[in-house]
């Protein structure tokens, strides 16, 4: 089985390395010639009429481009968000003009408008207008959603609400780094601001003064239907509630007034201020906005045909659904209006429509001043960006010193200690030696974490207590990881039952994170994931975390390394680890006092606190033994105590995984008299296989015949509300029954 998975894996590789030698703008180091198009928000007080030209020639070319790119999927039978994508252009320019990669960056959470945001990136010449019309959701370079190209966000969408509070920490790390001066602009849609993790991290803006300021695309539809039809709620109570300040506008098209509240957002944001330009739209009669657009005969027969008077005055969101594209623009309008002809375009396209037509409309043909000013434009020296990807995961991060780790005290043979200690004195040293490089996300739980001691080196700029909020705490430090890309650790704890459920929106946040070299590789976030399994003190059900193992071979693609400590040694050891490679890493820390474990000639602890990380460690080892006790996490000591007492068994902790290539197939292979698995989680059923550490041993066992068995939880539904070891024992997980499924095997 193995074997046919290395095998599938190769050839997955080889797909992988072909789609990346084909892909035009990804690498490790993008060098970009683009239009000079550049505003100091510091300094501009106001945009010049040449600025606000030039911007709108730009959106006009823009939505040309995603005009055309749509009628080109169209030919396919394919069809997008085109709707939301015209919406999102003018804005989303004037934010990539005040943008420097730097200081100052941005993200998108609505990313359904990524045709917009690849058309934008075009216009200003990051990426071939071609590539956009030809390519938009067909290969690497232009995905369906937002995603990380050379000028654009390095936040890759798809999920609603979830950006905000990932933005936020991203703003938070850029202000610790940069201080004043420091930006982060996130456009966003009004139905995601309502979701859980999103208010979660307005809230988190507010508590932390993040420098952050929401653009909110109010347009007023949704998939759906009209937002009024599905939430009838006005964002700006809820938002300000959280401590946003509003900043209303008219309009997001209107380039000077967007660009005065912009101004006032970032002044705010320097003083540790969160803001959200909010759009009002504005009443008017369908007359006076056809006239203003330049439109009035394509408004008076759109009326007429659906008997609507042209002095009957209307809402016009202050985003506008289809900007731009006249007639998909007006059953926008219609349908928040709730008037005969009103259609969504949430998911606007051209399937059925003729492109040349489309273009034709008088609101996607430049005048004379903005050809003008777009000539100039184009005329002027370019302007160099350079994107570069983030490290490798196992690049070098943040290293210590063997002589700090020696001073390190920890309690030795004959002793027991919570893993926590050793995870909370790893912690500590890494931040007191890399202050300015560590950043700690908590939730209300650093007694019960062992954070706190980390913490107390650490300037209030570089920690966060988001309290009950650990879907937005992950986020959040995922956020942070992407607030650059030096070596830094960015931490976020809590128990393993709260990661399990609430928090996995941060661990699926790495799923869809491409880096520039067009691989997911996860992100530089180390998930402390504390109170594992069963040792969990006395706190029963709710406290329990009996799928960690599995979380952690789940997220396994895109994580470097998961740990799982035996002891308080092993776990000051990863701890040390996963600071010192950059990448994603996932640890989890028992509960409970466990017994610090020796060499097996009692020499000295099996760890000392200067030994390098391994995956694997041979715990007892005897002549001729034929069988082998494999344990991961917390009962190690229990598999150290049987093959003693049997005196021909071997015992092997697994500290973590991955295992490299072929070692766990060759451990196996040792022992043809069968091999004994034990771990603290849920290993699975009859009914649903094996899973787990169990599970993964079980399929490199079959290839070579080794008989196998596995002790782990199997029927959690009832339990003492006692200790580990009495709770163990209630799942069958003694020294007995591990000493009777050795010689069962």
Not at 11 to 34: C, F, T
Not at 664 to 693: C, H, M, N, S, W
Not at 733 to 743: I, N, P
């Amino acid at each position: 089985m193995a074997t046919s998975m290395y095998a599938a894996l190769a050839g997955q590789r080889r797909r992988n390395e072909k789609l990346l030698k084909d892909a035009r703008y990804l690498g490790q180091r993008v060098r970009s010639q683009v239009l000079p198009l550049q505003l100091d928000i510091a300094k501009d007080k106001a945009l010049s009429k040449a600025q606000i030209d030039a911007l709108g020639g730009l959106q006009i070319a823009a939505a040309q481009t995603a005009i055309r790119s749509l009628g080109s999927l169209a030919q396919i039978g394919e069809v997008d968000h085109l709707g939301g994508g015209l919406e999102l252009i003018p804005s989303l320019l004037l934010t990539l003009a005040v943008t420097d990669y730097e200081a100052i960056d941005y993200t998108i959470e609505h990313a359904h408008t990524s045709v917009g945001y690849y058309a934008a990136l075009s216009a200003l010449g990051f990426i071939g207008e071609k590539a956009v019309v030809d390519e938009f959701r067909r290969g690497l370079d232009v995905p369906g959603h937002v995603s990380w190209l050379p000028g654009g966000t390095q936040l890759n969408g798809g999920r609603l609400g979830v950006m905000i509070p990932v933005a936020v920490g991203q703003a938070l790390g850029k202000k610790a780094k940069h201080g004043i001066g420091s930006w982060v602009v996130c456009h966003c849609g009004d139905a995601g601001y309502v979701s859980g993790q999103a208010l979660n991290g307005f809230n988190g803006a507010d508590v932390h003064g993040a420098p952050i300021t929401f653009v909110m695309h109010r347009n007023g539809i949704q998939l759906s239907g009209s937002t009024e039809s599905i939430l009838d709620k006005d964002p700006r109570s809820m938002v300000a509630a959280m401590g946003i300040e509003i900043i209303e506008v008219k309009s997001l098209h209107d380039m000077a007034g967007l660009y005065r509240a912009y101004r006032r957002a970032y002044n705010l944001a320097q003083r540790g201020r969160p803001s959200m330009i909010y759009p009002t739209g504005k009443e008017i009669t369908l007359t006076k906005f056809a006239k203003a657009h330049g439109i009035e005969a394509i408004v008076s027969d759109f009326a007429a045909q659906n008997g609507v008077a042209l002095d009957k005055k209307v809402w016009i969101p202050g985003s506008l659904m289809s900007y731009g594209d006249v007639e998909a623009m007006l059953e926008c309008i219609f349908l928040v209006n709730k008037l005969p002809g009103g259609k969504g375009h949430h998911d606007g396209h051209m399937k059925g429509r003729d492109v040349d037509a489309v273009l034709k409309n008088p609101m996607l043909t430049s005048n004379g001043a903005q050809k003008r000013a777009l000539s100039d434009l184009q005329r002027r020296a370019k302007r160099t960006v350079v994107t570069k990807a983030r490290p490798a995961p196992g690049s070098r991060n943040l290293s210590l010193t063997k002589s700090a780790r020696k001073a390190v005290s920890l309690k030795g043979v004959g002793e027991s200690d919570s893993a926590r200690a050793g995870s909370e004195a790893g912690y500590a040293l890494v931040a007191k030696h890399h202050p300015d490089k560590v950043f700690v996300v908590s939730c209300d739980l650093d007694p019960s974490t062992k954070l706190a001691k980390a913490r107390s080196f650490l300037a209030d700029d570089h920690q966060f207590e988001m309290s009950i909020e650990e879907q937005a705490a992950t986020l959040v430090t995922n956020g942070l990881a992407m607030s650059g890309s030096e070596p830094q650790l960015n931490v976020v704890s809590t128990f393993a039952a709260f990661f399990e459920g609430i928090a996995r929106e941060g661990f699926d946040l790495w799923r869809y994170q491409r880096n520039l070299n067009g691989v997911n590789e996860g992100l530089n976030v180390a998930f402390h994931i504390s109170h594992v399994g069963a040792c969990t003190g006395r706190d029963h059900f709710s406290g329990w975390g009996l799928d960690w193992i599995n979380v952690g071979l789940t997220y396994l693609p895109y994580v470097h390394r998961f740990y799982a400590p035996a002891d308080a040694r092993a776990a000051f050891i990863a701890t040390c680890d996963l600071s010192a490679h950059y990448g994603a890493h996932v640890i989890g820390i028992p509960r409970d006092n466990l017994p610090i474990l020796a060499k097996q000639d009692e020499s000295g602890p099996l760890w000392e606190t200067t030994d390098t990380w391994e995956a694997v460690t041979t715990y007892r080892q005897y002549k001729g033994a034929k069988k082998a006790i494999l344990a991961l996490g917390a009962p190690a000591f229990l598999a150290g105590e049987v093959a003693e007492k049997l005196g021909d068994v071997d015992a092997h902790i697994i500290n973590g995984l991955p295992i490299a290539k072929g070692a766990l197939e060759k451990l196996v292979r040792r022992y043809p008299g069968g091999v004994v698995t034990i771990e603290d989680g849920f290993i699975g059923t009859a009914e649903t296989g094996v899973r787990g550490f169990a599970g993964l041993v079980a399929s490199v066992a079959s290839q070579f015949n080794v008989k196998v068995a596995h002790l782990g939880v199997t029927d959690p539904r009832t339990a003492p509300s006692e200790g580990h070891m009495e709770t163990w024992a209630h799942f069958g997980m003694t020294r007995a029954a591990l000493a009777q499924a050795v010689k069962g095997v």
